[in-house]
């Protein structure tokens, strides 16, 4: 049997702090219309794709900072891009700042089926980075402080003919990630990611970002037999460096597609859904290999005990 999707990884180039939200959008939608010629059914575009990565910058105040955060969407801005989709019959998922009703700040992506509706929101589990000023650094990585850690965590839906789950940048730097979405028989996980090319807290691992960045999505895909989109905000932005290398990856670990620049840019690939049934009832039959009964230092407790 074959489930074919087609899917666009829908790298963005920088955003300034000066570009405005409908020039962005403007953006997205010409990546959209590009991946829609491609005969791409779902466009994945980056973490916070709406504007620059504001937590490189401290506010004392964090209400000085409520611009860069969407209070509803679509709003008047976005639903462009969404009317657009709609009309072309693509579908997409997107990363954005939310600030909900209630005040809470979170890191979050949406996914939007081909008909135009809101199918499944995620906000990130995994805040990277530092709560407080660091004025020693050359730019900081404040997520901490503005985004609250989602207690929702990683769920699966039934979407685009496949079950469908997604993270967010650093989510995808930890196994339990997959497994979690793996262990809901996940078979296309989205993760949009910033990824600076300079880690100030240890500068050895600057050279190996790219290869980290494969080293944990190709993994994961192997391990739980699914699919990984992973797709960049990359270039030069603010000053800052990001890491590209957006990709779309089997859950044989094989790389299908990967971007060649570090600006707006879409590669596609045709995934057969079934291709994970492969894995999933192979070396990966969870149920038949796994031994949760000794895995329970995982969920019990956080940090490392030496004893
Ligand atoms: N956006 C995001 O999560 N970026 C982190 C950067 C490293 S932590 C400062 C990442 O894991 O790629």
Known sequence: MTRLLKVAAAQL????RTDDRQSVVKRLIEL???AHSQKAELVVFPELALTTFFPRWFVDDISQADHWYETQMPSPITLPLFDEAKKLGIGF???YAELTQDGERFNTQILVERNGDVVAKYRKVHIPGHETHEP???FQHAERYYFKPSDEGFGVWQ???GRIGMMICNDRRWPESYRVMGLQGVEMILCGYNTPLQYIPDPTQDPLQSFHNALVMQSGAYQNGTFVIGVAKGGVEEGVDSLAD???IAPSGELLAKTSTSGDEVVTATCDLDWCYNYKNTLFNFDRY???EVYGLI???RGAIFT
């Open 246 to 248: 957006s990709s779309i």
């Open 136 to 138: 020693d650094r050359p």
């Open 299 to 301: 969920t019990s407790q």
């Open 290 to 292: 796994r031994r949760p």
């Open 32 to 34: 959209l219309r590009n």
């Open 93 to 95: 998922c997107l990363g």
């Open 13 to 16: 180039g920088p955003i300034q």
């Open 159 to 161: 979407a685009f003919g």
